[in-house]
């Protein structure tokens, strides 16, 4: 049996369980996967040509 798990979710999980336990969390559990989200799109779209 394999399971399969992508970082989106899992990643959103653990972010609600944080968030649940200590509400002050949420203004860097934000900022931080807004970033990620940032960096990743503009590296897999191809934004950045380093050569």
Do not use: C, D, K, T
């Not at 399971?3 to 653990?14: D, E, K, R, V």
């Amino acid at each position: 049996m394999n399971i399969y798990l992508s970082f989106g979710p899992l990643a959103s999980l653990i972010a609600g369980i944080l968030i649940l336990l200590v509400p002050r969390l949420l203004n860097y559990i934000v900022a931080v996967y807004l970033i990620l989200i940032g960096l990743a799109g503009l590296f897999s779209s191809g934004a950045f040509h380093m050569h």
